[in-house]
């Protein structure tokens, strides 16, 4: 008697497929700033944030354009005033070992901040961040923060600010409580 063998597999059915994501680069990176493909490059007259963002960039890459002006000041924050432009200025600021901004926002105006040397911290909305040397921030009229100097090093940093800063309101611990300072 002949037989014949059948062989039969069974196998398990295939998983159902996961549903495709597809994020984008700013959904990856969960900041604008962290996404330098996205940045547009310096213009002479800048007239968006990622343009504003780029003039700081070309001026901290500059560094004989401010390295030279920086004085540290253990009393108060140094500040000096680098360049102004249409609807726009541009301010260096030092910090030694310490020195915070207090709590501010920074009125009608947007801004940039660039760490150029050291590390600062800002405090803001969503806590603490530690911002190294090439580290950029961006944030708009009424965004309230404060940065200080952690380290036991000196810091620099630039700041974009635009319209032009006329007022740099100081807030209390407590959100309620504004107390206006001029710039």
Same mark, same amino acid.
Not at 53 to 59: E, M, N, T, W
Not at 95 to 121: C, I, K, M, N, Y
């Given at each position: 008697?002949?037989?014949?063998?059948?062989?039969?597999?069974?196998?398990?059915?295939?998983?159902?497929?996961?549903?495709?994501?597809?994020?984008?680069?700013?959904?990856?990176?969960?900041?604008?700033?962290?996404?330098?493909?996205?940045?547009?490059?310096? *213009?002479?007259?800048?007239?968006?944030?990622?343009?504003?963002?780029?003039?700081?960039?070309?001026?901290?890459?500059?560094?004989?354009?401010?390295?030279?002006?920086?004085?540290?000041?253990?009393?108060?924050?140094?500040?000096? *005033?680098? *360049?102004?432009?249409? %609807?726009?200025?541009?301010?260096?600021?030092?910090?030694?070992?310490?020195?915070?901004?207090?709590?501010?926002?920074?009125?009608?105006?947007?801004?940039?901040?660039?760490?150029?040397? %050291?590390?600062?911290?800002?405090?803001?909305?969503?806590?603490?961040?530690?911002?190294?040397?090439?580290?950029? *921030?961006?944030?708009?009229?009424?965004?309230?923060?404060?940065?200080?100097?952690?380290?036991?090093?000196?810091?620099?940093?630039? !700041?974009?600010?635009?319209?032009?800063?006329?007022?740099?309101?100081? !807030?209390?611990?407590?959100?309620?409580?504004?107390?206006?300072?001029?710039?």
């Amino acid at each position: 008697m002949n037989s014949t063998s059948v062989s039969i597999r069974a196998t398990a059915p295939a998983p159902a497929a996961a549903p495709l994501t597809v994020e984008s680069d700013l959904q990856i990176a969960g900041d604008i700033l962290s996404v330098q493909h996205l940045l547009q490059p310096a *213009r002479e007259h800048p007239a968006t944030v990622a343009e504003f963002s780029g003039l700081a960039r070309s001026i901290a890459a500059n560094r004989a354009e401010w390295e030279h002006l920086v004085e540290y000041d253990a009393t108060t924050r140094w500040y000096h *005033r680098l *360049r102004t432009g249409p %609807g726009y200025e541009v301010w260096l600021l030092s910090w030694v070992p310490g020195q915070g901004s207090g709590r501010h926002d920074h009125g009608a105006s947007s801004g940039v901040l660039t760490v150029l040397d %050291g590390e600062l911290t800002e405090h803001g909305p969503r806590g603490a961040l530690t911002l190294g040397a090439g580290a950029q *921030r961006v944030f708009a009229p009424g965004y309230a923060h404060e940065v200080v100097n952690d380290t036991l090093e000196g810091a620099v940093s630039l !700041h974009v600010y635009f319209p032009g800063l006329t007022e740099m309101p100081m !807030h209390s611990c407590s959100p309620a409580h504004r107390e206006h300072v001029p710039a």
